[in-house]
């Protein structure tokens, strides 16, 4: 059985600093990817990045590149995500899905198989 759990959301001041995790278990595939999304009250769900387990390509929304960073540990099946520079627009609710025979653009929520539950992050101003 496929599972993702995430960790390390909690509170922080604008301008700090979070770092999540997302620890994958029963994955037998070769190639794959993670993708980390966001969801904020009232709004939809949005990619936020995403790497590739084949070649360690990322990929990142806009609105975070150069403040976020996508990272592996295939010897710990984890995915890390640093968030540096906090704004109080990127409070939400963040989840890490499994992509595994999907095709698209990779934040297409659709093409995503598998979902952790996912964990707040704040930003207070």
């Known amino acids: 059985e496929v599972q993702l759990v995430e960790s390390g959301g909690g509170l922080v001041q604008a301008g700090g600093s979070l770092r999540l995790s997302c620890v994958a278990s029963?994955?037998?595939?070769?190639?794959?990817?993670i993708g980390w999304f966001r969801q904020a009250p009232g709004k939809e769900r949005e990619g936020v990045s995403c790497?590739?387990?084949?070649?360690?390509?990322?990929y990142y929304a806009d609105s975070v590149k150069g403040r976020f960073t996508i990272s592996s540990d295939n010897a710990k099946n984890t995915v890390y995500l640093q968030m540096n520079s906090l704004k109080p627009e990127d409070t939400a609710v963040y989840y890490c899905?499994?992509?595994?025979?999907?095709?698209?653009?990779?934040?297409?929520?659709?093409?995503?198989?598998?979902w952790g539950q996912g964990t707040q992050v704040t930003v207070s101003s």
């Open positions: 029963g994955f037998t595939f070769d190639d794959y990817a």
């Open positions: 899905a499994a992509l595994i025979d999907g095709y698209g653009p990779w934040d297409k929520i659709s093409i995503y198989s598998y």
């Open positions: 790497i590739s387990s084949s070649d360690g390509s990322t």
